[in-house]
């Protein structure tokens, strides 16, 4: 049975012009202890889809889905009370920017134990023993005399750390991660990723990996699902994905990668990803596609569960010829 | 051989007790583009800042085209200050978002030229032009952009003055890739109509092997390794260049090997600076601080070079 199930979901904004479609119809499913891995440029919907599976989304949106269940309960039924129990307990998650995510007033043992006392209660004595064994699970290491930091004492890596220390306090069955890596160098990005890798298979729970960085998602995910301006793309296991994509835009975001290029010439995506307000009625990529046929500005494709193209790639990365 | 465009002699500049860059020297030749890679505090932007004239080193000394960069008088020191310009990471800050992208780009020609409106208005079209930006775009706010076409204004804005020299703070670091790429392939291509030398700031080897000519790879304020890129990232002689090079995650490898740890700071001026984290150090790593040598090509502060091979 999946554990995070969300059918159909579409969030829209506000605006003069009437609602504002941000995602379109997105079918997300992930299993118990599974690591899925979203991926899209900004714009995409990536953040914003989950936000409002966990429901977080903004005020002013509007979430509307045909299902929206996590382990067994419906979230689109569920008081308000019983979700605020269920977010940072059995689902939680882990920010980009984690010294702005962190309270500057607080030490960040202050902050952990908080997260435990909010949903476990327990005595402080307890509270406290449990915050350094989560410290030393996440590398902190002198976890007694990091208890009593302030953010702004460590380095942005250690603050992700606290963070993750923070959202696996209660040892959560399903543990979101949005671009988790972004704002730190590339080697404390490595041991960020192997951390949340060994935390993910230690305590069993399920990893929803959120990244523009296909390459770095692929590194740890067993699946991956490919967003653009608020519908999916492509799914599919990591390796055969990346191996063998089969939409133009999974192509083009690996072949973007800087390893990918030849001489100094990179393989840009020409264009942006389209605002809600500026999107094609037929293929939402066919702009910045490179196979772009006539029939790709005339059609929107649908989606068969794995991937959404009028005329997906081969093995040799051409599209396939069309049926007549 | 015709002078270098910058040279830098050991600069080093302190905030308190803290060394951030610690007797450092390179050059730049003109049209070339010089990496300066490595992790935070490393002392990179400090770097980067002491390039650009934005503050002055503690010790050491900076060239331009052979001539002296500090203590000029004022108009020379103006007419300086227009050849080196620079480019920051963050797109969304360093805009003033009040001002619509016209008013942006002539500014510095209204401050620094004698130029008049019409020739400014006109020399704005040109540089949007350049950088890739529609005319349409004149009367637009900063607000109304991705953040890769900010990044093209800030680019443009950079280059109005028409600078010899650029200094790119992590020009494409809050950028996606896929939208990082257009960046860099711009700033390629300006290099080249324009003749641009470029100081290029990364903490990422996959970016800087794309448009790096020269390489520095900082360590704690000190360099480490240096000389041409295309030899560092190939055959990388210290241990950390090499760690740096394997950090990135790479497609078909589960999890990339680790740099352990973060940069220590504070250690004795008698010791290597990396040892903390090195695999291969050893007793004579903790008792002499390795200087900078020349082997295979480059520059290398390393006791083991020799044996990484």
Not at chain 1, 157 to 166: D, E, P, S, T
Not at chain 1, 192 to 218: C, F, K
Not at chain 2, 123 to 131: E, S, Y
Request: net charge positive; hydrophobic share 45%.
């Amino acid at each position: 049975m999946s554990l995070l199930e969300i059918r159909n979901l579409s969030i829209a904004f506000p605006s003069p012009r009437g609602w504002m479609p941000a995602v379109e119809g997105l079918d997300l499913t992930l299993a118990e202890g599974e690591v899925l891995g979203l991926v899209g440029e900004s714009g995409s919907g990536k953040s914003l889809s989950v936000l409002a599976a966990m429901g977080l989304a903004p005020r002013t949106a509007r979430v509307s889905a045909d299902a929206l269940r996590f382990a067994g309960q419906d979230l689109l039924t569920l008081p308000q009370a019983a979700r605020r129990r269920l977010s940072g307990k059995e689902m939680a998650m882990v920010f980009q920017e984690p010294t702005a995510s962190l309270n500057p007033c607080f030490t960040v043992g202050f902050q952990i134990a908080e997260a435990i006392q909010a949903h476990e209660g327990g005595s402080s004595g307890e509270r406290r023993r449990r915050v350094l064994d989560l410290m030393r699970q996440v590398g902190l290491d002198e976890p007694e005399r990091r208890f009593d930091c302030y953010p702004h004492q460590l380095s942005g890596g250690m603050n992700q750390r606290v963070m993750i220390a923070m959202a696996i306090a209660c040892r959560p069955k399903l543990l979101i991660a949005d671009e988790p890596t972004s704002s730190l160098d590339t080697t404390i990005q490595a041991q960020i990723l192997a951390l949340l890798a060994e935390l993910q298979r230690r305590h069993g729970m399920a990893l929803l990996l959120i990244s523009h960085d296909i390459e770095l998602v692929a590194s740890i995910a067993g699946r991956i699902q490919v967003l653009y301006a608020g519908q999916s793309m492509e799914e599919g296991p990591a390796a055969a994905l990346v191996a063998a994509p089969r939409h133009p835009y999974t192509q083009a975001l690996l072949a973007a990668l800087p390893e990918r290029a030849a001489g100094s010439r990179l393989n840009a995506i020409p264009g942006a990803v389209p605002s809600p307000g500026e999107r094609p009625t037929a293929c939402l990529f066919q702009p910045r596609c490179r196979f772009a046929v006539a029939a790709c500005r005339s059609v929107r494709p649908g989606y068969d569960g794995a991937v959404r193209c009028l005329t997906p790639l081969d093995a040799s990365g051409r599209p396939r010829a069309r049926m007549p | 051989m015709t002078a270098p465009l910058l040279a830098a002699e050991e600069v080093a500049r302190d905030y308190g007790a803290v060394k951030a860059v610690d007797g450092v020297s390179f050059t730049i030749a003109g049209g070339r583009t010089l990496a300066v890679v490595g992790e935070s505090g490393s002392g990179k932007s400090t770097l980067g800042r002491l390039v650009a004239l934005l503050e002055p080193p503690d010790r050491g000394r900076l060239l331009f085209e052979d001539g002296p960069t500090q203590g000029l008088a004022r108009p020379a020191a103006r007419a300086l200050r227009r050849q080196i310009q620079m480019v920051f990471q963050n797109p969304y800050g360093s805009l003033n978002p009040r001002k619509k992208v016209a008013q942006i780009l002539a500014e510095p020609l209204a401050i620094n030229t004698s130029a008049n409106r019409a020739e400014r208005r006109e020399r704005v079209r040109a540089m949007m032009g350049l950088v890739g930006l529609a005319p349409e775009h004149e009367q637009r706010y900063p607000h109304m952009f991705s953040g890769g076409q900010r990044q093209r204004i800030a680019i443009a804005r950079a280059l109005m003055l028409q600078p010899r020299l650029v200094v790119a703070d992590e020009p494409v670091s809050a950028l996606d890739l896929s939208i990082q790429a257009q960046v860099l392939n711009l700033m390629m291509d300006l290099k080249e109509r324009l003749g641009l030398a470029y100081l290029f700031i990364s903490h990422d080897l996959a970016v800087v092997r794309h448009v790096a000519d020269d390489l520095v790879v900082l360590y704690l304020g000190r360099a480490v390794e240096q000389g041409a890129a295309a030899a560092l990232l190939d055959r990388p002689a210290h241990p950390y260049t090499r760690a740096l090079i394997a950090s990135r995650p790479r497609l078909g490898k589960s999890l990339p090997p680790l740099l352990a740890g973060e940069p220590v700071a504070g250690i004795a001026a008698d010791s290597c600076a990396f040892h903390p984290r090195c695999s291969l150090a050893v007793a004579r790593c903790r008792g002499e601080r390795p200087v900078l040598r020349p082997l295979d090509a480059r520059l290398v502060a390393c006791h083991r070079a020799e044996e990484l091979g």
